[in-house]
Each structure stands twice: as C-alpha cells, then as structure tokens.
C-alpha cells in the first residue's frame, strides 16, 4: 500500500528566513503533486512534478522530486507572511487512487 | 461553471439518517475524485471516476458509503446511517484526464456534521 509521509508537520519560521519540507512515499511512482490549503479554503495547485530530477519554481517556493530515492521538497526562499498556510504532497498510485501526506502546517512570524 | 462546485456547503444531521454530497465538476473534466478529510488532518481517498465508472471502490471506509456518476458529469457521494465518525469535510476535485499531468481542482466541500 502506498504511504506518504511528509515532515516536519508543524513549521514555524520567521520572515526572510529559509526551509525545506520533505515528502517521502513509500511506492515507485513518478507523478507527484503539491497543494497549498489556507485555513477553512479548499485546495490549490502548486506544483505538478512528473519525472525523476524534476524541479519547478514559483515565486519563493522551488520544488523538487527525485524517484529513486522517493523523495519530493518543497523549499522556503525568504519566506513571507503570506505563504503561511498547510501544504500539502501527494503521489499517485498504481491502483487509480492518490494519497495525500498529512500536511506541513507552515506559519511565517514577522 | 468556472470551478468545481458542491453542494450542499454545510449538512447536520442526525445520526442514522442517510445523506447525500453532489459534485459538479469543472465543464469538459472527464476524471472526479472524492477526499474526506477531518479535523486537522489530511486527505483520505475516496474514490475516483474516470468518465461514468469508478476502476477502484475499496478505497470507500464501508458498505454504508456509495457513490456514483452519471452522464459523465455530476457525481453523488451518499452516506447511508450516518454515524458520528463520518464528520468530515468531503472534498471533490476534477480534472482534464485522470491521473495525468493534470492538476486536480478541488470545491470548496460540504462539511458534515453527525449529531
């Protein structure tokens, strides 16, 4: 069975300052997927990743995913109050499901 | 419409009493997916159709859990004797073509809560 597992699970940084989130899956996959979630708000897209060695950037997020280890991050440039919010990754399965990480609930301080 | 749409927002019911969720996804969307997710906590997979049938129901919590998809577009998530474990936010997405590179959009959800 598929497991995702994302660390850390609570993230408190001060502004300007850097950090990676990681997401480790536990089945060969090469379809990953990273999702921002603000407090009472549905989902939002962030990242699509699709092949080994895939790297996206969108404004102070950059994220990565390297199949052979299983591993996708998702790193925090100088980050800013506004992208407090829980991220979330998730990895297809081969059984036509998705299954999500428990979130990486991030919260920027000034 | 121009973003995947659930009704209702919230439902309070009950327990024991049936309900049922509606999805309307995004116009063209051929795949839709169902998530619960409760407090606090990440998404639980549901189910997934890809046009009008579902490949894969064992990802439904129980035999009280039933969903379906007609015309390839509206789908329906219903809940027979709900129990208390059952709140959640349920969650639907859509996209283009099922498990491609295609993002999923996801509504806003239909919280439940079981009395």
């Known amino acids: 069975e598929l497991k995702v597992e994302q660390n850390p699970l609570f993230l408190s940084m001060q502004e300007g300052k850097n950090y990676t989130i990681y997401c480790n899956y536990s089945t060969t996959s090469d379809r990953l997927y990273w999702y921002r979630q603000d407090p009472g708000k549905s989902l939002e897209s962030l990242f699509v990743l699709l092949s080994n060695g895939a790297v996206k950037q969108e404004g102070r997020l950059m994220a990565s995913l390297d199949t052979k280890a299983r591993l996708s991050t998702l790193h925090i440039t100088a980050a800013v109050h506004d992208l407090s919010a829980t991220y979330f990754c998730?990895?297809?399965?081969?059984?036509?499901?998705?299954?999500f990480g428990a979130g990486t609930r991030l919260t920027v301080k000034p | 419409g121009a973003g995947v749409s659930q009704s209702p927002s919230n439902k309070v019911t009950e327990k024991g009493k049936d309900v049922e969720l509606r999805c309307d996804p995004i116009s063209g969307h051929t795949a839709l997916y169902w998530y619960r997710q409760s407090l606090g906590q990440g998404l639980e997979f549901l189910i997934y159709f890809q046009g009008n049938s579902a490949p894969d129901k064992s990802g439904l919590p129980s035999d009280r859990f039933s969903a379906e998809r007609t015309g390839g577009s509206v789908s329906t998530l219903t809940i027979q004797r709900t129990q208390q474990e059952d709140s959640a936010v349920y969650l639907c997405?859509?996209?283009?073509?099922?498990?491609?590179?295609?993002?999923?959009?996801f509504g806003d959800g239909t919280r439940l809560s079981i009395l």
């Open positions: 998730a990895v297809e399965g081969n059984n036509n499901d998705m299954r």
């Open positions: 997405a859509s996209s283009l073509v099922g498990y491609s590179n295609q993002p999923q959009h």
